[in-house]
């Protein structure tokens, strides 16, 4: 399984970014997915998750400014980031639960300034 996470960037506050994780091969559709980032000298956290049928969990800190959704037929995972903060600021990663492993993707880095 591979994972390639794209649409970072450099974004004033207040401003919007949409994520995009695109998985290779065909167990997509069943796996847990989630968005994950890391602040400098910070650890990484979870942000959102989506399961296989739908159902969504976020991070407190992005409740009601982030929306994540998945499109099964693409194998692809979106992450819709609106009145972003400069707290925001992070290295985003995708990640795909499957069977007791993690898949990762490589990071894509949003930055917001204030």
């Known amino acids: 399984v591979q994972l390639q996470a794209f649409g970072g960037g450099l974004v004033q506050a207040g401003g919007s970014l949409r994520l995009s994780c695109a998985a290779s091969?065909?167990?997509?559709?069943?796996?847990?997915t989630g968005w994950y980032r890391q602040a400098p000298g910070k650890q990484r956290e979870l942000v959102a998750a989506i399961t296989s049928g739908g159902s969504t969990d976020y991070a407190d800190s992005v409740k009601g400014r982030f929306t994540i959704s998945r499109d099964n037929a693409k194998n692809t995972m979106y992450l819709q980031m609106n009145s972003l903060k400069p707290e925001d600021t992070a290295v985003y990663y995708c990640?795909?639960?499957?069977?007791?492993?993690?898949?990762w993707g490589q990071g894509t880095l949003v930055t917001v300034s204030s």
């Open positions: 990640a795909l639960h499957v069977l007791g492993s993690t898949y």
């Open positions: 091969g065909s167990i997509f559709s069943i796996t847990r």
